[in-house]
Every structure is written in C-alpha cells, then in structure tokens.
Nanobody, 121 residues
Framework: QVRLVESGGGSVQAGGSLRLSCGAY???????????YGWFRQAPGKERELVAR????????YYADSVKGRFTISQANNKNTVYLQMNSLKPEDTAMYYC???????????WGQGTQVTVSS
C-alpha cells in the first residue's frame, strides 16, 4: 500500500508561481513498483483532467496543452517525491490538484487527498 501526500497549494495572483510536492509513503517495494506519477486537477463543475505525467524510468513527460510551457513536472532523485512547478499562473488554473501514481499510465492506483490552488486576477 502506498500513501500519497500533496503539499504546496495556496492562493496567488495571476502571473505568480507555486510548487506542488507529492510524497510517496509506504513499503519500498510498493513505491519502487510505481512507474507513473501524474498531477490531475478538478475545478468546480468541471471534469478531472490530467495536467502532467512523468515516467519514473525517464523519458519526456506529458503536459496538457493548457499548461505547456508554464508547468514542469519533475521527480526527486529518490523517486519518492514528485513536484509540479507552476509558473505564469492564470485564474483558469484554479482547481483542486491531485497527485496520483500507478504501475501503468492507464490506471492510477494511488491518489492523494488533493491540494487547493487558487489564482486571482
């Protein structure tokens, strides 16, 4: 079993930056089995969307078109922590942000509790 804990959300003005962190806790063999980490977001009245995804084995990350060039996903050397650096934030980025992880990019088995990001104009 793996527990994901997000942090770093908050309120900023448009154009500002935030960095979200996602820590994975649990048995090492369970954490090491995770190949994908994703950051999702869900705004009120909207569907949840994948914002960024990273493969722990390397390779280019995935970004939604809406955040390309502004957001950067990265992982710590120990691969237990994943970050989402968010720059040039816009009011439309306001949402609850969730970290998720799984063995396959098609199924995220573990989810964090979410962290709120609010961007004011």
């Amino acid at each position: 079993q793996v527990r994901l804990v997000e942090s770093g959300g908050g309120s900023v003005q448009a154009g500002g930056s935030l960095r979200l962190s996602c820590g994975a806790y649990g048995y090492s063999y369970s954490i090491n089995s995770l190949n994908y980490y994703g950051w999702f977001r869900q705004a009120p009245g909207k569907e949840r969307e994948l914002v960024a995804r990273i493969y722990t084995g390397g390779g280019g990350p995935y970004y939604a078109d809406s955040v390309k060039g502004r957001f950067t996903i990265s992982q710590a050397n120990n691969k237990n922590t994943v970050y989402l650096q968010m720059n040039s934030l816009k009011p439309e980025d306001t949402a609850m942000y969730y970290c998720a992880a799984g063995i396959s990019s098609a199924e995220y088995k573990y989810w964090g509790q979410g962290t709120q990001v609010t961007v004011s104009s």
